[in-house]
């Protein structure tokens, strides 16, 4: 009856500490997206990539655009972290260019987007190792 007890208990905490990673993460993840530069820098971009108008938003999933800001860094809270999820950046209103991602793909749930000064692409690294993002 003891060894039958003291099993079953080990079958409850083994569950209980194994079940999130069975399911899939819990919580949220959030991204921080950094500001633009406040002149832009001189590109080794592909000319569609560039922004002529310098006018330029994104958008996560389906979710409103949202103004690049070149003042202040901006965080998007609550994103479900076993979902993929979809990064669009607009030139004037218009897609230019997007990618997905799972934040099972990074080792940390605060993410930071910013366009790479060099190739005008945007990027999402773990904020950690990210000082330009300055989400709090």
Known sequence: M???????AAILILGA????LLIGQIGAGTICVAPLPKQLPKTAATPELFC?????SFKI?????????????????GLDLNQRHRVVVLCDGKAQQSFSFRFSEFKEQQLCLF?????QTAQLWERKRSPWCKCR
């Open 115 to 119: 366009l790479n000064d060099l190739y």
């Open 52 to 56: 002529p108008s310098g006018k330029l």
């Open 61 to 77: 999933d389906g979710e409103k655009a949202v103004p690049w800001s070149r003042e202040e860094s901006a965080e998007i809270a």
């Open 17 to 20: 500490i194994l079940a999130p």
């Open 2 to 8: 003891v060894r039958t007890m003291v099993r079953l």
